[in-house]
């Protein structure tokens, strides 16, 4: 079983969603403050990065959120987290939520989820990120990307190896479970990589 302090958690910040997301999100910081598991995310004040942080709070968890200046500077940031931690650029904040955390969780979410989950990703496929990266497919939501990554795995832009990059999970509990179980790779991934 991994030793999991904290979880990077990518998700939505929109509100116009259906709540099957929310309720996801809700379980999902719920279980993550009932484990003593620290989330870390993008400090956002609304959508699904406010459900899970809340979720987290008002259990006894802890909230590490991490935010651009000019986000804090457009009040977009939650204000009620354990530590807020500004930064000063997109790329800078997406490193330290990964160096922060011993796993990653993606809710649904639009371009920014999307490409949050990408890049962890494709560091995971360079050896530079080694810890679980976890699918939480709620209700079949990211079904389209899994085919597009399996499509990418059979016609040989990625290896078939990289498919052991990730893992999907339909549930919360799910994810937790997989979270714990999925082995860390060591640096000897690298030779994986397709540069």
């Not at 935010?67 to 804090?72: E, G, S």
Request: charged share 20%.
């Amino acid at each position: 079983m991994n030793q999991i302090k904290s979880i990077c958690v990518y998700s939505a910040s929109s509100t116009k969603i259906d709540n099957k997301y929310f309720e996801a999100a809700q379980q999902l910081g719920i279980l993550m403050a009932e484990h003593h598991i620290r989330l870390v995310n993008g400090a956002g004040n609304i959508g699904l990065m406010r459900k899970v942080a809340d979720a987290v709070l008002e259990n006894g968890g802890e909230v590490t959120g991490v935010i651009p200046t000019f986000m804090v500077e457009q009040n977009w940031h939650h204000t009620g987290l354990t530590k807020l931690i500004e930064v000063e650029s997109m790329h800078e904040r997406k490193h330290l939520m990964a160096e922060l955390s011993d796993a990653v969780i993606a809710l649904p979410g639009g371009c920014g989820t999307l490409e949050e989950l990408l890049e962890i990703i494709t560091w995971k496929q360079l050896g530079l990120y080694l810890n679980p990266v976890i699918i939480l497919n709620v209700d079949g939501f990211f079904d389209p990307l899994l085919q597009m990554l399996q499509v990418a795995i059979d016609e040989n832009f990625m290896r078939k190896e990289h498919g052991e990059i990730w893992h999907v999970a339909s549930t919360p509990e799910e994810a937790l479970k997989l979270v714990y179980s999925t082995p860390v790779w060591d640096e000897s991934i690298r030779k994986f990589a397709a540069i």
